[in-house]
């Protein structure tokens, strides 16, 4: 795949992702959330601010203005359909509000062979579970 724009002699590799930080109302309330629902664990604090992870990702939530539509979404890839489709009915199970309810898992985009489910947190940010490939397995 070619790069991108003018890269002129400068391009630094980029590992896998190390966390990301997110505006929060209530740091700790949303590690809560996260912990309870998401094999996620709290791994540091500081003030105004909590660190949660697993062994794919941290997550690390500040106090501030939360501001979804900076961020769009992020997706989480699952192993597999029945991975996808247990997540969605614990997801259902708990309450939390679904994208498209009723046909909640779907393609990533419109003709798309990945297959995903969409939800928002309580802070309003949007996030992804999908499985690569999805549609090869689905039947």
């Known amino acids: 795949m ?69 961020l769009g979404h992020m997706s989480f890839h699952l192993g597999d359909m029945d991975e996808l489709r247990a997540a969605l009915e614990t997801l259902r199970e708990h309450g939390i509000k679904l994208e498209d309810p009723g046909d909640e898992i779907g393609p990533e985009s419109p003709g798309s062979p990945h297959l995903a489910l969409w939800f928002h947190d309580p802070d309003g940010y949007r996030w992804e579970l999908s499985v690569q490939n999805g549609a090869k397995e689905k039947s």
């Open 2 to 70: 070619a790069p991108i724009g003018n890269t002129g002699d400068m391009r630094v590799r980029l590992g896998h992702v190390g966390h990301f930080g997110l505006s929060v109302h209530d740091p700790d309330a949303s590690a809560r959330w996260w912990g309870e629902r998401f094999d996620l664990h709290e791994i540091f604090r500081f003030e105004d601010g909590v660190g949660v992870s697993n062994d794919a990702i941290t997550i690390v939530f500040h106090r501030g203005r939360p501001a979804p539509s900076a």
